[in-house]
């Protein structure tokens, strides 16, 4: 499993490169866009195109070309494989038969969002992508009203204002949120605000409707000193109000 670039062509690594030139099969998501990858470094293999509807299928090909000793690479059109890419089904299919599954590290979007974005990271939350459908989506995000941890979701860069709107309507104006926008990419951005100012920053400009995006849930926000030193019955009323509140 060999992971890319998420922009940059030069976050390649020079194991991956050296796994491209000893190939023996290379499967790819999108041959071009892995085409493209390989001609900027003066490589020319053939390349099969591997999908998540074709992984399954394409698994007892891969079975056989590893017994007969042969080196199959797997690469998804940018970043990690199996990290909301295909590649999971045929890793699965690998290990069952035996075999054994390299990861070869490089770039993904949520280790580089998460590594750049200033909030805690002692645990979070990889969600990947929300549901496309408001409904389903303001569902999805209730479960994070209380979180102790940051929830990174990956979202299409049409539906990043409704789903902000959707973070104000579930987890209220104040949540903090981190935009990680064209990562390693010339219009890289980061925007790190409350989800209300976050919606008015986006509606005010489109280009932050563009290009690829991941966005941060910051945790819920903890008790405070202040709150701590609060007698007893009022810390008993506000567990209370938290219960009841939307
Ligand atoms: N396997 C990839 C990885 O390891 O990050 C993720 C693949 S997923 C199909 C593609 C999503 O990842 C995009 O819709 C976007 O949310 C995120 N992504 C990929 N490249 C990005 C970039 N350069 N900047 C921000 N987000 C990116």
Not at 1 to 17: E, H, K, Q, S
Not at 48 to 76: C, D
Not at 98 to 108: D, F, K, Q, W
Request: charged share 20%.
């Amino acid at each position: 499993m060999v992971a890319t670039p998420i922009g940059n062509l030069a976050d390649v690594t020079v194991r991956a490169l050296a796994g491209f030139h000893a190939a023996d099969i290379i499967l790819a998501e999108d041959t071009r866009v892995t085409g493209s990858l390989l001609t900027a470094y003066g490589i020319h293999k053939k390349l099969i195109s591997l999908r998540e509807h074709n992984e399954r299928e394409m698994a007892a090909s891969v079975l056989r070309w590893l017994e007969e000793g042969k080196i199959v690479l797997q690469v998804s059109d940018a970043g990690t494989p199996g990290i909301s890419d295909p590649g999971t089904r045929l890793a699965e299919a690998v290990w069952a038969a035996g075999l054994r599954v390299v990861p070869v590290v490089g770039a993904s979007a949520v280790v580089g969002a998460m590594s750049a974005a200033g909030l805690e990271t002692g645990q979070f939350h990889f969600h990947g992508f929300l549901p496309p459908k408001s409904g389903a989506r303001c569902k999805t995000l209730q479960q994070w009203q209380q979180a102790e941890y940051a929830v990174v979701c990956y979202e299409a860069p049409h539906r990043i204002l409704e789903c902000v709107e959707d973070i104000v309507a579930t987890l209220g104006a104040e949540r903090q949120l981190v935009l990680a926008r064209e990562l390693t990419k010339t219009f890289e951005t980061f925007l790190r605000l409350p989800a209300a100012e976050l919606a008015a920053r986006i509606r005010a400009d489109s280009n932050q409707q563009r290009g690829e995006c991941v966005l941060i849930i910051d945790a819920a926000p903890r008790i405070t000193q202040a709150d701590d030193a609060l007698p007893a019955p009022a810390l008993a009323l506000l567990a209370q109000l938290a219960e009841l509140l939307p």
